[in-house]
């Protein structure tokens, strides 16, 4: 029955994920909302547009309004082959056909050529008044401003990505250029745009408090995002320090290359940490989205544990991944256009299989993955909302131009809640192992206080029955502290290979360091790793690899020269042997016989992999037999060959060295020996390790 603090819990996790399912359909409506919104007609997607022979109808201006959308009454011109200069257009030379449009926002996607945009002004007002013009887009290549009044061209400013950030005329992160309009003075505005992103253009005209007050606002905003980054990123790096799982570390390096992707798209790292880096700034996009794409999709196959469930989808991920940074490294070869759309094509295959993963995951009762599924579905809705609008299929405003950001808010907070689930799994079940533990230590404890409660009460009467009690829970006993040497036993012993483990050997040799300086004598190490197992594996199978583990264990076990010597797993195919009171040149010996009989023993075979389910102990009375019987080997078969690399490192008793340098030392020989060609022995001679030690 669950205790009240659990199902508390529970409730509160059930609430929590209701709770931020509801804030992702919350945002995909507001996403319709200003989509609808944008357009009121039914021909919502579609650019309305007439060709004229003559610009829009001119724009009286006035300081009664604050702000002003160009866009509605701005005529532009597409010259395919960009040969038209600005006296051609302004003299007439040639005979344009200007085109008006209906839309909020100019927006012509990718294209290869030079947009002409004029719009008329006029100062209705009595008095002068001053303005600021923006283009809200701040990665556009050129961007070059005629005013002209009459016949007469007055001011002419050049800006855009391909020019430093402090060139501009006013400092801002978009395109800002001061006007003066005089009291009734009708100007006509020239824009000549070309660049190689997205062309949009949102031209917009503020009174100077207006500008101000909203940018401030936007500002704002912008800071409360790349701080909530942030703040997520630290929190998962503390994650990462505490837990040591790699998944955290690849999620924080997502968000920070996300975040600089971000900052590079909205202009505010050109503003503030590279104006005057022309290039990297162009580059800037390509290479924080490809990094981003990378560690997205190491996080994702790390988290989802893809190379034990689904390999192939791990792999394909992670494919993706590399060819997106193999294209952020290319970028400079490669043209802008062509990169972003390569990567966009990535993103949304790697962004949906992540999402159909995350659903199957779901589908079996994982709270994290059901979290993570919602996360990257805000993510996809997001990035294909902000793909839609570059490729001018929806129209540019809020919820569409910061579709991206907002997924990705969710997102974050999403998968730290998934990643925190996962930590929250983690300790569940050490609570319930606790729990466990606890219970059968009080019920052992009563079965101990009813067994003295029973003698002191039958003693005097029955005798003899007392005594049988006393037996029986003697035995009792006996059975429960072999079961917990037992327990004792298998935490400290390798069950593959019935060596001690790494716990074991690490407790061992703090130990026999200690003794050793305390008793002024050596103490030697081997380090021993199986030649190219992960051949053997990929070739005969894990079950196979596993063969040869516990073939190897039991010939180090049969090599151990004295009582006090410990041989144990290190990790994967690698062993350790410690040698206390053993000079060099007595661990070389051992070395070299440990390695002459793994190399002449019969190797197992494939055939030989056991099917009971005691393998260990069939194998070890088939190594016994046969270890060295040439005769039992299999007819008409290749027998695979089997050899190991030993480093040899001492720990001399005049030595200042520390355990850790002489585990470093014993590492570098075991290195030697397999850089030397493998199957032999290499020694870290006492030159070295006090050269080590003084380093």
């Known amino acids: ?10 409730h509160r996790t059930a609430s929590c994920f209701h709770l931020t399912a509801g804030m992702l ?5 507001l996403v319709d909302i200003q989509a609808f919104a944008a357009e009121p007609d039914s021909a919502a997607t579609q650019p309305t547009s007439t060709v004229v022979t003559t610009s829009a109808a001119r724009l009286p201006i006035s300081t009664e309004r604050d702000v002003y959308n160009l866009a509605p009454y701005v005529s532009y011109y597409e010259d395919k082959d960009s040969r038209l200069s600005f006296y051609d257009i302004f003299l007439q030379k040639v005979s344009p056909h200007w085109i008006t449009q209906d839309n909020e926002t100019l927006s012509f996607g990718y294209s290869d050529a030079t947009y002409w945009l004029v719009v008329d002004l006029e100062n209705i007002d009595i008095n002068d008044s001053e303005w600021f013009l923006e283009v809200g887009y701040p990665v556009l290549d050129e961007v070059d401003i005629f005013i002209t009044e009459g016949v007469h061209l007055l001011q002419q400013f050049n800006s855009g990505d391909n020019l430093t950030y402090n060139s501009r005329l006013y400092p801002h992160r978009n395109f800002v250029f001061p006007l003066n309009l005089q009291s009734g003075q ?10 190689e992103t997205s062309i949009q253009v949102p031209l917009k005209l503020y009174s100077p408090t207006a500008f101000h007050t909203l940018d401030n606002k936007a500002t704002f905003v912008e800071g409360i995002y ?32 996300f975040s600089m992707f971000q900052l590079s798209l909205s202009g505010f790292a050109y503003q503030y940490l590279w104006p005057e880096s022309v290039r990297w700034n162009q580059l800037s996009l390509p290479v924080f989205l490809g990094t981003t794409l990378f560690f997205m999709a190491m996080f994702v196959n790390r988290f989802l544990n893809l190379p034990e469930h689904k390999p192939w989808a791990g792999r394909l991920l992670i494919s993706g991944a590399i060819l997106a940074l193999a294209g952020a490294l290319l970028s400079t070869t490669i043209s802008y256009r062509s990169m972003i759309l390569f990567m966009i094509a990535i993103s949304m295959v790697n962004i949906t299989l992540a999402l159909i993963l995350g659903i199957q995951r779901s589908m079996e009762k994982d709270r994290a993955a059901q979290y993570f599924t919602l996360a990257w579905f805000s993510s996809l809705m997001g990035a294909i909302i902000l793909a839609l609008n570059k490729i001018h299929l929806i129209p540019r405003n809020f919820a569409t131009e910061n579709a991206l950001q907002i997924g990705t808010a969710i997102e974050v907070v999403l998968i730290s809640f998934a990643l925190g689930e996962y930590v929250a799994q983690q300790r569940r079940a050490r609570a319930q192992a606790q729990q466990e533990s606890m219970r059968m230590e009080v019920l052992a404890r009563m079965a101990q206080e009813d067994a003295l409660a029973a003698e002191k009460k039958y003693s005097a009467q029955l005798e003899v ?14 059975l429960l502290e072999k079961a917990n040497h037992s327990l004792e036993k298998q935490s400290h012993v390798d069950e593959l290979t019935n060596v001690f483990n790494r716990r074991y050997f690490n407790q061992r040799y703090e130990m026999e360091v200690k003794r050793a300086a305390r008793d002024g004598t050596p103490l030697s190490l081997i380090m021993i790793d199986i030649d190219h197992f992960k051949r053997l594996n990929d070739n005969y199978g894990h079950l196979f ?9 039991l010939i180090l076990e049969k090599g151990k020269h004295r009582p006090g010597d410990t041989v144990a797993r290190y990790g994967g195919e690698e062993f350790v042997m410690l040698l206390p009171v053993t000079p060099l040149e007595g661990a070389m010996i051992v070395a070299e016989r440990i390695r002459g009989w793994v190399e002449h023993a019969r190797a197992p075979h ?10 260990n102990a069939n194998y070890a009375d088939a190594f ?20 190991i690399s030993l480093g040899v490192a001492t720990l001399q008793p005049e030595s200042q060295a520390s355990g850790n340098q002489l585990l470093q030392l014993a590492d570098e020989a075991l290195y030697m020996a397999k850089e030397n060609g493998r199957n032999q022995v290499c020694s870290a001679d006492s030159k070295n390790f006090e050269n080590t030690v003084r380093n």
């Not at 029955?465 to 006996?478: A, G, I």
Request: glycine fraction near 2%.
């Open 226 to 257: 790349y701080g909530f980054m942030l703040i997520m990123a630290l929190y998962n790096l503390f994650l990462y320090f505490s837990i040591k799982q790699s998944r955290y570390l690849y999620y924080v390096a997502f968000i920070c290359c």
């Open 465 to 478: 029955q007392v005594n049988e009690r006393t037996n029986e829970l003697q035995k009792t006993l006996h």
């Open 25 to 29: 359909l919350c945002w995909l409506m």
């Open 545 to 553: 690899g596993d063969l040869c583990l516990r073939h190897v264990a």
């Open 624 to 643: 016994t037999t046969n270890a060295f019987n040439t005769s039992s080997i299999h007819p008409n078969s290749i027998e695979p060959n089997i050899t």
């Open 186 to 195: 009708p100007l006509k505005i020239y824009l000549r745009v070309r660049s």
């Open 1 to 10: 029955m669950r205790s009240r603090a659990t199902l508390s819990f529970g």
């Open 606 to 615: 494939p055939d030989d992999v056991p099917h009971s389910s005691n393998t």
